[in-house]
């Protein structure tokens, strides 16, 4: 089962355009570990409000709350990009700057439920959310 998965994640992200990449990432997903600006950052030590964010099919994304700010709300515009073999997410107009940022995407080769999200100052690792009956 393991091989069709990532046959079929394969061959998804593998096409001429970053339609299958887009389709991937609309999801709920649980922020397992955090660095920023190169100091790895604990659950709880001030970071975010809640460990997850969603990817919309709509282009928006709501991204955890920045507690260093005031904000209430980290909703952004996202879009995927590809260069050659690399697919980047690019989150925008969010208040905390934080998030406004292009990320290179790595998806996990041993569990292709699971991601990393870097960008110059942030890297996320990230797991799908999965729902009860997945």
Not at 99 to 110: G, L, P, Q, T
Request: net charge negative.
């Amino acid at each position: 089962m393991r091989f069709i998965t990532i046959t079929f994640l394969s061959i998804i992200l593998s096409g001429c355009s970053t339609v299958g990449m887009e389709n991937f990432m609309v999801e709920l997903w649980v922020i397992k570990s955090a660095e920023y600006k190169g100091e790895n950052l604990e659950y709880g030590q001030g970071l975010f409000l809640l460990n997850s964010f969603r990817i919309d099919s709509d282009g928006i994304c709501e991204m955890p709350i920045w507690l260093k700010t005031n904000n209430h709300d980290e909703k952004g515009i996202w879009s995927i990009e590809r260069d050659n073999d690399k697919y980047f997410l690019l989150i925008k107009n969010c208040p905390s700057n934080i998030y406004n940022s292009k990320y290179e995407i790595v998806i996990n080769k041993d569990n292709p439920k699971m991601i990393s999200l870097e960008s110059d100052s942030l890297k996320l690792i990230c797991a799908e959310v999965q729902m009860i009956g997945d």
